[in-house]
């Protein structure tokens, strides 16, 4: 779990290593630029890290019940690590122009705290329990919660890199 999430952060710094804030402010016509791809990572890990906040502060998980078509979903992304391009973000993960050094630099300690909540869930609740849900996803263990954002993640950093490559 922890070395899915430090690969993440690798690659992420790698990906947007000595990048200006010009470079990381350009994008094609109607999609995001490599800091507001940034910004969304972002956006999603803070949100997992308040979800382990919640578990954490309540003592338990508060994942609802699996359904089919959330077990089909997760092995596509979790275990087949395929992530399907063109959905849209949820709301709540929409960069909303947060300036590219300061998400450049938060986002790494976002990964940081996760790691450790992620890690202090299994511990507390068990490696199959899963422990509160992602919102296409359904229920997650901390494990599961892990590799998604390692799938997602890498998806994000091939589009950094090509944004970063044009500019």
Known sequence: MDSDLRLLQRELKEATAGATPAAMGMAPAAKWTAAEILEHLYLTYRGTNKG????LEGGAPFASAITLKNRVQ?????TLRYFPGGRKAPTRAVPQGMPAEEVGRVVFEEIDQMIAGLAECERRFGRKTRVFDHPVLGPLTSRQWSRFHIVHGLHHV???RERLARG
């Open 158 to 160: 091939r589009q950094i």
């Open 52 to 55: 382990i906040g919640k578990c």
């Open 74 to 78: 997760t092995f596509l992304v979790v």
